[in-house]
């Protein structure tokens, strides 16, 4: 089992950034690929990017492409979500999630571990 702990959320205005990270212990968090997921209020969570394993293949929702970048440090158990240009639309809790079958997946099903989320307010 693995253990997620996501932070970095806050206030922004729109167009600024934030780096989230979310950090894991237990298991070898290398075995793990990674997905950041959001729900904003009344909606339903969504899928936000993803990162395989050890090749950290990337991916993610065509809403976020270009604006966000996904990354792992294996070596300290921690993937980060840089985000850039933020739009008053990305309010939302922030969750990250592991997949043990190393699937990096859009699919909120796919994964077994989940941390608690962090906020993130951007206003206009």
């Known amino acids: 089992q693995v253990q997620l702990v996501e932070s970095g959320g806050g206030l922004v205005q729109a167009g600024g950034s934030l780096r989230l990270s979310c950090a894991a212990s237990?298991?070898?968090?290398?075995?793990?690929?990674v997905g950041w997921f959001r729900q904003a209020p009344g909606k339903e969570r969504e899928f936000v990017a993803s990162?395989?394993?050890?090749?950290?293949?990337?991916n993610y929702a065509d809403s976020v492409k270009g604006r966000f970048t996904i990354s792992r440090d294996n070596a300290k158990n921690t993937v980060y979500l840089q985000m850039n240009s933020l739009k008053p639309e990305d309010t939302a809790v922030y969750y990250c999630?592991?997949?043990?079958?190393?699937?990096?997946?859009?699919?909120?099903?796919?994964?077994?571990?989940w941390g608690q989320g962090t906020q993130v307010t951007v206003s206009s």
């Open positions: 990162i395989s394993r050890n090749t950290y293949i990337t």
């Open positions: 237990g298991r070898t968090f290398s075995n793990y690929a």
């Open positions: 999630a592991a997949d043990a079958r190393g699937y990096y997946g859009k699919y909120d099903y796919e994964y077994d571990y």
